[in-house]
């Protein structure tokens, strides 16, 4: 009897032990496989977050608790409602959304500790959920930082007053039209890519969008909301252009449980992270405004 049972607890630790093995041969291939899907991005180098320079201008406009979204696009389609699955997060100006005009909009109330009416807004982030299969609950970021850095070839100008900007593409994933893209990576360490990132344990997701910053000197919109205010290139801005100061948004986020997470976006495009984009109307005071170009182009009163 004793031999029976002893032998009986043997089979069962044996079987524990295959069941234990088996189940951390899943979780590495499951890890492994999402390192290596094309919407993500495994991210273990260190090193710091990213930066474009010294004589910078930072500013705070919160990050959304008071829970201000909605699916309208002031910039692309204003009073027309977006698809109720592309939920844009705003922060700065308090009003922006389906009704808004250029005159409630500068009337309204808004999130920047310096004043700042400008309206600021990207798609949401959800968590749970794999980039193509559906939507789970919106992620409310951790921080919001805007930064604005000087134009490294030549001294800034004042952005207009109502300018319109836009970063990335809602639809390149369907239609690669080569424009820059939002970039994601990891605080505390990685290079800047445009996959998801699989953070370390511990370590902010960082959701990353630069503005382009050369200005046609005439209009603050253009029909496809971008020929008016381009990228620079390799040589700066291009001829006939002229540099307005260099916008960087931040989005910082906890890193997700099970790395599973994905951005709001248009159903045929399935949450792949090259669909990013993020939206910015300027509605500074020229006093604002003037403080900028002055700290950027002398580095006085950052």
């Given at each position: 009897?004793?031999?029976?049972?002893?032998?009986?607890?043997?089979?069962?630790?044996?079987?524990?032990?295959?069941?234990?093995?088996?189940?951390?041969?899943?979780?590495?291939?499951?890890?492994?496989?999402?390192?290596?899907?094309?919407?993500?991005?495994?991210?273990?180098?260190?090193?710091?977050?990213?930066?474009?320079?010294?004589?910078?201008?930072?500013?705070?406009?919160?990050?959304?608790?008071?829970?201000?979204?909605?699916?309208?696009?002031?910039?692309?389609?204003?009073?027309?409602?977006?698809?109720?699955?592309?939920?844009?997060?705003?922060?700065?100006?308090?009003?922006?959304?389906?009704?808004?005009?250029?005159?409630?909009?500068?009337?309204?109330?808004?999130?920047?500790?310096?004043?700042?009416?400008?309206?600021?807004?990207?798609?949401?982030?959800?968590?749970?959920?794999?980039?193509?299969?559906?939507?789970?609950?919106?992620?409310?970021?951790?921080?919001?930082?805007?930064?604005?850095?000087?134009?490294?070839?030549?001294?800034?100008?004042?952005?207009?007053?109502?300018?319109?900007?836009?970063?990335?593409?809602?639809?390149?994933?369907?239609?690669?039209?080569?424009?820059?893209?939002?970039?994601?990576?990891?605080?505390?360490?990685?290079?800047?890519?445009?996959?998801?990132?699989?953070?370390?344990?511990?370590?902010?997701?960082?959701?990353?969008?630069?503005?382009?910053?050369?200005?046609?000197?005439?209009?603050?919109?253009?029909?496809?909301?971008?020929?008016h205010l381009v990228f620079p290139g390799q040589q700066g801005c291009p001829s006939g252009t002229f540099a307005v100061p260099r916008l960087r948004l931040?989005?910082?986020?906890?890193?997700?449980?099970?790395?599973r997470f994905a951005i709001d976006g248009f159903p045929d495009q399935r949450g792949n992270p090259v669909t990013d984009h993020a939206f910015l109307v300027?509605?500074?005071?020229?006093?604002?405004?003037?403080?900028?170009?002055?700290?950027l182009n002398t580095g006085e009163d950052c």
């Amino acid at each position: 009897m004793v031999a029976s049972n002893t032998a009986s607890r043997a089979g069962r630790f044996t079987v524990f032990l295959v069941l234990a093995f088996a189940l951390q041969a899943c979780g590495s291939q499951s890890t492994d496989e999402r390192a290596d899907d094309p919407y993500y991005a495994k991210v273990t180098a260190s090193g710091s977050e990213p930066t474009l320079g010294p004589n910078v201008f930072t500013w705070s406009c919160g990050r959304n608790l008071e829970g201000h979204r909605n699916t309208a696009n002031y910039v692309v389609a204003p009073g027309v409602p977006g698809p109720p699955h592309h939920v844009h997060d705003y922060v700065g100006n308090l009003s922006t959304g389906l009704d808004s005009t250029d005159a409630t909009l500068a009337a309204a109330d808004t999130t920047c500790t310096n004043g700042d009416k400008s309206t600021y807004y990207w798609p949401v982030l959800r968590k749970g959920v794999r980039a193509d299969t559906g939507h789970g609950e919106i992620e409310v970021p951790l921080s919001v930082t805007l930064t604005a850095y000087p134009d490294p070839n030549s001294e800034v100008v004042a952005m207009p007053r109502l300018m319109r900007a836009t970063t990335g593409d809602a639809r390149a994933a369907t239609h690669d039209t080569g424009l820059a893209r939002p970039t994601w990576t990891c605080a505390g360490g990685g290079s800047l890519g445009t996959r998801y990132p699989l953070c370390p344990r511990g370590a902010r997701v960082l959701r990353v969008f630069d503005f382009p910053s050369c200005w046609d000197g005439r209009r603050v919109d253009s029909p496809d909301h971008r020929a008016h205010l381009v990228f620079p290139g390799q040589q700066g801005c291009p001829s006939g252009t002229f540099a307005v100061p260099r916008l960087r948004l931040v989005v910082a986020y906890s890193r997700p449980d099970g790395d599973r997470f994905a951005i709001d976006g248009f159903p045929d495009q399935r949450g792949n992270p090259v669909t990013d984009h993020a939206f910015l109307v300027n509605l500074m005071s020229e006093k604002l405004m003037t403080r900028i170009v002055k700290c950027l182009n002398t580095g006085e009163d950052c």
